[in-house]
């Protein structure tokens, strides 16, 4: 009986040993997860890039322009199939900026909204072109883009 009052009485001491030396140990400070941006911070960051996609388009600088694409980005123009991959965009908006300038390109979005770590923009565009002879070309458009926090 001596000897179970005794195993018990030094593992009851083990136990507060290890409580006492847990409860000594230093406070840390948990790291709190970053705030999420305000929708002021998200419209800018937006905003800024559609400032360097017309710019890349009326500098006809390609690969200004596609570093602006995740790798697995989609395109979807108007009257065509979809292109998917940021190579296969490249390729397809490469030959189209090899074409010729292009003069002028306003993008206007209309609504900018975010979702965690996306961001989704519509609004409409409109893009000026020489045609030759002194002529100009004149698109105007619409689009809704999805863009994810890099």
Do not use: H
């Amino acid at each position: 009986m001596m000897m179970l009052r005794n195993r018990s009485l030094i593992t009851l001491l083990v136990l507060v040993a290890m409580l006492v030396a847990v409860a000594c140990q230093p406070i840390t400070a948990q790291s709190q997860p970053a705030a999420p941006p305000s929708d002021e911070d998200v419209v800018a960051a937006v905003n800024a890039i559609w400032d360097e996609y017309e710019a890349s388009v009326i500098a006809g600088d390609i690969d200004r322009w596609i570093a602006q694409w995740t790798d697995d980005g989609v395109q979807m123009p108007p009257n065509e199939p979809f292109v998917e991959g940021k190579e296969n965009i490249y390729a397809r908006v490469g030959a189209n900026m090899a074409a010729g300038p292009t003069d002028e390109f306003v993008i206007t979005p209309l609504e900018i909204t975010s979702a965690g770590d996306w961001a989704y923009s519509r609004g409409v565009y409109t893009v000026t072109f020489p045609l030759g002879d002194g002529e100009q070309g004149f698109l105007d458009g619409k689009f809704m883009t999805i863009l994810q926090r890099q």
